[in-house]
């Protein structure tokens, strides 16, 4: 599967790709001032919630059709394309009828391969873009399996929307990133867009223009950002949303950083990461081989291949060591305790064998005795 870079007809491939415009259209007013605001600090995309999915009943869930024809208006009076959300195939006939330009799968919609199913079903010989959430929880394979649903209908042009997951625990984040969710997708699809939403991952104002810097950093390719023309009365996400004036502001304290890769300088270190990362493998293979000695000892010996204490005990002092040597001790232990884990794999693997052997002496045994 070759996922190509996301192309939106009358966009050349500007970078970052701003798509902007308020959570909900919440009426013809609403819409038409925030997109004529947006069209003035030149961004290129209009983005607004026709049908929106609230986690609880009794909220604002969307003016539904009638917005079509206001979104519709935004694109004759701005000439900008314009987004929305589909979650049922009733919204892409809808989306479709109206001429809208580009659609998003919504977190909640993506974490239900039904739905997504349905939806592909729908958007079966379109060539709308399609732009695909993560799912609300962290699975990676879900977002994956999203992305082939949609594919696998015969859409081609298609862009990942990194929104964050949800948690337990809100304190920061409304949806905490897990930036390496979003990179380990771009290594599946590596020409894929990759947009940032920094808007539901933050949850806040003061949070946009940092998240929106991370997100640069790692070289995303655009960002889609809630606006709206006077967010403290918004009908959904208020605190999250931005003024346009706010937003470009917003946009032009980023930095950009230098696309270029290939220097000198560059190489010469890289040469020497691939060097350590060598020496790295070589050294685990020798551990794991130690390991397996270890295990055929535990066998012989008839000891449990778990020894809490001594597990304990190393991870103290890797981790002592990791502080002394002024690395991250957290870091240290999460790959020890990887380590460890593929030992105890290993290990079991040989008891299991062990079993297996003994099972098939028993089994002689018993057919001796009959
Ligand atoms: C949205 O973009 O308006 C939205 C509802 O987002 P999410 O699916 O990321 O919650
Ligand atoms: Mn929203």
Redo the contacts with the bound molecule.
């Keep these: 599967m070759d996922i190509k870079k996301l192309t939106v007809k009358g966009i050349d491939n500007v970078r970052p790709l701003v798509i902007a415009g308020p959570?909900s259209a919440e009426s013809r007013e609403q819409v038409l001032k925030t997109a004529e605001e947006l069209a003035a600090k030149g961004i290129k995309i209009f983005r607004a919630?026709i049908w929106?999915?609230r986690t609880k009943p009794g909220g604002f869930e969307g003016v539904g059709v009638e917005g079509l024809a206001w979104l519709k208006e935004v694109k004759k009076k701005t000439g900008m394309p314009v987004a929305t959300?589909v979650a049922t195939p009733e919204h892409v006939f809808e989306v479709l009828k109206a001429g809208i330009d580009l659609i998003w799968l919504?977190?909640?919609t993506v974490a239900n391969p039904f739905a997504v199913q349905a939806l592909a079903d729908a958007l079966k010989g379109t060539d709308i873009p399609v732009l695909i959430?993560n799912p609300t929880n962290p699975d990676i394979e879900l977002w994956c399996g999203a992305v082939e649903r949609i594919y696998n209908a015969g859409v081609k042009n298609i862009g990942l929307i990194h929104?964050g997951f949800s948690s337990y625990d809100k304190k920061i984040y409304r949806n905490v990133p897990l930036w390496h969710i979003p990179i380990e997708m771009k290594r599946r699809y590596p020409n894929a867009t990759m947009i940032c939403?920094p808007s539901?991952m933050g949850g806040k104002r003061e949070l946009i223009a940092p998240l929106s810097q991370q997100a640069l950093d790692l070289n995303y390719d655009g960002l889609i950002i809630e606006s709206h023309c006077n967010p403290d009365v918004a009908l959904s996400d208020a605190a999250q949303q931005l003024t346009p004036d706010v937003l470009d502001y917003t946009l032009k304290m980023l930095v950009m950083r230098d696309n270029v890769q290939t220097t000198e300088n560059i190489n010469v270190l890289r040469g020497r990461i691939d060097e350590i990362d060598g020496k790295l493998v070589e050294l685990l293979a020798k551990r794991m081989a130690i390991s397996k000695e270890i295990g055929t000892y535990k066998k012989e010996h008839n000891m449990p291949v778990l020894q809490t204490k001594r597990y304990g005990d190393i991870m103290k002092d890797r981790e002592k060591l990791a502080e002394s040597l002024e690395l991250n001790k957290d870091f240290v232990a999460g790959i020890m305790e990887s380590i460890h884990r593929e030992s105890v794999d290993v290990q079991m693997k040989i008891m299991t064998n062990r079993e297996e052997k003994k099972a098939k002496v028993l089994k002689k045994i018993a057919s001796k005795k009959k």
């Design positions: 959570c919630g929106k999915p959300e919504g977190a909640r959430k929104r939403d539901h």
